[in-house]
C-alpha cells in the first residue's frame, strides 16, 4: 500500500494504440497535459480511464472500460446520459440531493410517532414501531456502512463500496432487540439517541475487523505465511483506525456539549456569540489532530476524513443550533466565525504565515523540553516532494494541504447551508413537526434563520470564487500541478459516492440530536417545553 494517494490516469488504448510509459511506469504522452498545461485536451478526456482504486489507496492501475465511451463510433443513450458529458455536470448536483432526499423522507415524512398527550415521558412501542423498528436500524446501518468503507479506503482495498449484508444484518437486528423491548417497557430515556449511536459504533467496529479477520482465514489461494502478514496488516491497521474512529466519538461529544451550550444559553445571546469562535478553534485542533492520526493512511483519503467529514460534521451541527438562536444579533457573530476560519486558509498560503510557523514551532518544542530557545532558521524548504503531508518546514507540500483544506472548508460549509436549507421547512410544517424543535419558532425566527441559511451559501460561493482566483494567480505553478488531479478527484463516482456517505451520515447525526425521541435537545429539560410545545404538531 502507497501512502502518495495522487490520482493516476491511464488512456484507453484504441485501434491497437498502445500507451507509450517511460521506466518509471509514467505515461510520457499525457504528463505535459496534466502537469504543465491549464487544460486537460478533449480527446485526452474522452478516453480517460479514472483509477478508482488510486483515489481509496492502491497502487494498482486500473483500465475501466466504462470510462471508454464510443461505441462502433456511437454513443448509447444511456453512456449519453450517465457516462458522458452531462454526468460530468449533473454528478455533485444529484448527489447532494440524493442524499438530503433520503433525510427528508426517513427524517421528515415517515410516521415517527408522537409523545403521549399529558405524559410527554413515556410513550409506546405501538406509538413509534416505525422509528424503532425501521428508521432507526436502517440509520444505525448507514452510519455503520460509512466507517467500514472509510475503513477499507484506509486498508487499500479496490472496492470499498461492496455490500457486506452480514454486517448490516448485524446491526439491523441487534437495534431492534436492544431498543424494541427497553422502549417498550421503560420509554425513553435522555440522552438515548447517544446510546444508539455508541451501541452502532461498538458493533460496526467489531464486525468489521471480525469480517476482514474470517476473509483473510478462508482466502482461497493463499498459503500459512500470506494468511499471517495479512492478519499482522490487518490488526496494525485496525489498531490506528480505532483511534480515528475515537477522535471522531469525542468530536461528538464535543459537538454535543456545543448543542448544549447554545441551547441553554439561548437567554444570554453575549455568551452564546462566544461559543462559534470557541469552536472554531476546537475543529482546526481537531482537524490536526486526525490528519496527524490518518498519516499511515493514503494522502487523499486522509485529507478527505480531516478536511471534509470533520468539518462538515460541525457545519451541520451548528445549523441545526439556529432554533436555539433569540437575538438576530447572534448570527452575526456566527458568521464573523465563518468568515474568519475560512480566511484564515488563505492567510496560511503566504509566506510570512510560513516563517513565522517555523520560528513558533521551534520554540514551543524548545520550551516544551526546557531547551533554552535560540533563533531558528525559519527559511523555507522549496522542494516540491509529492508524498509530503504539510507536517514539515516543506513550503510546496503545506501549501498543497492548505489548498486542499481550503476547497474542501468551502464545499463543506455551502453543503451545510443546503442541508438547513432542504430539511427545515418539513421538519417544522411536515408531519413530524410535534417532536422537533423548529415547530416552537416563531415565524420571524424562523425567517430570520432561513435568510441567514441562504445568505451564508452565497458568501461561500463567492468565497470559493474568489479563493480560487487567488491560487490560480499567487500559486500558479502549484495550481497548474494540481488542477489536473482535482479535475479527475471531482469527477469520479467513487470519490463522489464516499462524499454523499459523509453527508447522509453527518445529517442523520444532526438530527438525531433534534429528534425529541432521541432525548438529547430536549434532554433533562422536558417540563420546561411542556406539553404547549410538544405533541401538538
Not at 268 to 285: D, G, H, N, R
Not at 288 to 296: E, N, Q, R, S, V
Not at 307 to 313: A, I, K, L, R, S
Not at 466 to 476: A, C, N, P, T
Request: net charge positive; hydrophobic share 45%.
Amino acid at each position: 500500500m502507497t501512502n502518495d494517494i495522487s490520482l493516476s490516469t491511464v488512456n484507453v488504448p484504441q485501434n491497437g494504440e498502445e500507451n507509450t510509459l517511460n521506466e518509471n511506469g509514467e505515461n510520457c504522452r499525457n504528463r505535459e497535459s496534466i502537469e504543465g498545461e491549464k487544460e486537460i485536451p478533449k480527446e485526452f478526456k474522452e478516453e480517460i480511464s479514472i483509477d478508482v482504486a488510486k483515489i481509496v489507496g492502491t497502487g494498482k492501475i486500473l483500465t475501466n472500460p466504462r470510462y471508454n465511451f464510443r461505441k462502433n463510433g456511437r454513443r448509447t443513450l444511456g453512456q449519453f446520459f450517465f457516462a458522458g458529458r452531462i454526468s460530468r455536470y449533473l454528478l455533485w448536483p444529484t448527489s447532494i440531493i440524493i442524499a438530503f432526499a433520503y433525510l427528508v423522507i426517513i427524517f421528515g415524512l415517515f410516521p415517527l410517532g408522537k409523545p403521549l398527550p399529558g405524559d410527554e415521558t413515556r410513550t409506546t412501542l405501538g406509538n413509534t414501531w416505525v422509528l424503532l423498528a425501521l428508521v432507526n436500524p436502517i440509520n444505525s446501518c448507514v452510519i455503520g456502512y460509512l466507517h467500514y468503507v472509510v475503513f477499507l479506503c484506509c486498508m487499500g482495498v479496490e472496492r470499498p463500496f461492496k455490500v457486506h449484508p452480514v454486517i448490516l444484518i448485524i446491526i439491523f437486528v441487534i437495534q431492534i432487540l436492544v431498543w424494541g423491548p427497553s422502549i417498550s417497557r421503560h420509554g425513553f430515556f435522555d440522552l438515548f439517541g447517544l446510546a444508539a449511536i455508541g451501541l452502532t459504533l461498538l458493533i460496526a467496529y467489531l464486525s468489521m475487523y471480525g469480517y476482514e479477520r474470517l476473509s483473510i482465514r478462508f482466502r482461497d489461494g493463499a498459503d500459512d505465511s500470506e494468511k499471517m502478514n495479512l492478519a499482522i496488516s490487518l490488526k496494525k491497521n485496525y489498531l490506528i483506525f480505532l483511534k480515528i474512529g475515537a477522535a471522531v466519538l469525542i468530536f461528538l461529544f464535543i459537538l454535543v456539549t456545543f448543542i448544549f451550550g447554545f441551547e441553554y444559553l439561548g437567554d444570554s445571546p453575549a455568551t452564546q456569540k462566544i461559543l462559534p469562535f470557541a469552536m472554531a478553534i476546537i475543529v482546526f485542533i481537531v482537524r490536526k489532530t486526525m490528519l496527524g492520526l490518518m498519516d499511515p493512511f493514503p494522502h487523499e483519503i486522509a485529507m478527505f476524513v480531516s478536511g471534509f467529514w470533520v468539518e462538515n460534521m460541525y457545519d451541520m451541527f451548528q445549523s441545526i443550533a439556529y432554533p436555539s438562536v433569540k437575538d438576530p444579533t447572534t448570527y452575526i457573530a456566527v458568521w464573523v466565525a465563518n468568515f474568519f476560519s475560512v480566511i484564515a486558509n488563505l492567510v496560511f498560503l503566504t509566506t510570512p504565515w510560513f516563517k513565522f510557523r517555523i520560528w513558533i514551532k521551534a520554540v514551543l518544542i524548545a520550551l516544551f523540553k526546557c531547551k533554552p530557545v535560540c533563533h531558528p532558521n525559519v527559511e523555507p524548504e522549496m522542494e516540491d516532494i509529492d508524498d509530503e503531508r504539510g507536517h514539515s518546514n516543506n513550503l510546496p507540500g503545506y501549501h498543497r494541504r492548505q489548498i486542499r483544506f481550503y476547497f474542501l472548508k468551502v464545499l463543506s460549509k455551502m453543503v451545510g447551508c443546503i442541508f438547513y436549507l432542504s430539511t427545515s421547512a418539513i421538519l417544522r410544517y411536515g408531519p413530524n413537526s410535534a417532536i422537533y424543535p423548529f415547530s416552537t419558532l416563531t415565524t420571524r425566527q424562523y425567517e430570520y434563520s432561513v435568510a441567514f441559511s441562504a445568505g451564508n451559501f452565497a458568501f461561500f460561493f463567492l468565497a470559493g470564487l474568489v479563493g480560487y482566483l487567488y491560487i490560480r494567480k499567487s500559486h500558479r505553478d502549484l495550481f497548474q500541478k494540481m488542477s489536473g488531479v482535482i479535475r479527475l478527484v471531482v469527477k469520479d463516482r467513487a470519490y463522489v459516492g464516499l462524499c454523499v456517505t459523509v453527508l447522509v451520515h453527518n445529517g442523520i447525526l444532526a438530527l438525531y440530536m433534534l429528534m425529541y425521541f432521541n432525548r438529547i435537545w430536549y434532554s433533562f429539560n422536558i417540563h420546561r417545553y411542556g406539553s404547549s410545545t410538544i405533541g401538538t404538531g
